[in-house]
């Protein structure tokens, strides 16, 4: 069974700063996808950014990135040049390639500062 | 962009009552999810279509939950009878497919409170 968690209930960044959110994971397989979905206050989550198991390289989508460390089951994401707009829950999430769901930590509410 | 609809957006309801949420996917997505979200905790899958057919209800207490999507496109989501613990954001997420890493769409929930 796959398990997330989220270690920081909450976390505080100043506006134009860089913050970084954790997430580490246990799954027995080799391969799986691993996401961060964004949960702004009364709006949809989005997915921000996902991560293929079998790639070493970090993904990046602008301003977001993830630090994926396969050995230690670590999967964190950096945020730079945090925006007002990016004041959100931030769950952390995994899925295998054959399984159907995914497996969620239980978030992190991210407070920027102006 | 085509988005999941979801209704009603917010619904308050007695226990023992009936009640029922409705989710339009993004068309052409054969992938359709329900999940709950207790307030402060992540997203739990309770049950996962594709097309019309259930392809995962494990976590769905089928006593007193059922789930339909009847022509493979709309889902609705019923609790009979409900209870206080019920109370929840019930998200319901489409995808094009379920396997491998192909991204889940969100709609804007259905937030229930059992009174």
């Known amino acids: 069974a796959q398990t997330v968690t989220q270690s920081q209930p909450e976390m505080s960044v100043q506006e134009a700063e860089t913050v970084t959110l954790s997430c580490t994971y246990d799954t027995s397989e080799s391969d799986y996808y691993l996401f961060w979905y964004k949960q702004p206050p009364s709006r949809q989550m989005i997915l921000v950014i996902r991560q293929e198991a079998y790639k070493q390289q970090n993904a990046t989508e602008n301003r977001f990135s993830v630090n994926f460390q396969k050995a230690a089951k670590s999967f964190s994401l950096k945020i730079s040049d945090s925006q007002l707009g990016d004041a959100a829950m931030y769950f952390c999430a995994s899925k295998t390639p054959y399984g159907n769901k995914l497996v969620f930590g239980a978030g992190t509410i991210l407070r920027v500062k102006s | 962009e085509a988005e999941v609809a979801q209704s009603p957006r917010y619904k308050i309801t007695e226990k023992s009552q009936a009640v029922a949420f409705w989710c339009d996917p993004i068309?052409?997505?054969?992938?359709l999810y329900w999940y709950r979200q207790i307030l402060g905790q992540g997203p739990e899958l309770l049950v996962q279509f594709q097309d019309e057919s259930v392809v995962d209800d494990s976590q769905l207490p089928k006593d007193r939950f059922s789930a339909e999507r009847l022509k493979g496109v709309d889902s609705t989501l019923k609790i009979q009878p409900a209870e206080l613990g019920d109370s929840a954001m019930y998200l319901c997420?489409?995808?094009?497919?379920?396997?491998?890493?192909?991204?889940?769409?969100f709609g804007p929930g259905t937030r229930l409170t059992v009174t």
């Open positions: 997420a489409s995808s094009k497919f379920g396997y491998e890493g192909y991204e889940q769409y």
């Open positions: 068309s052409g997505h054969a992938t």
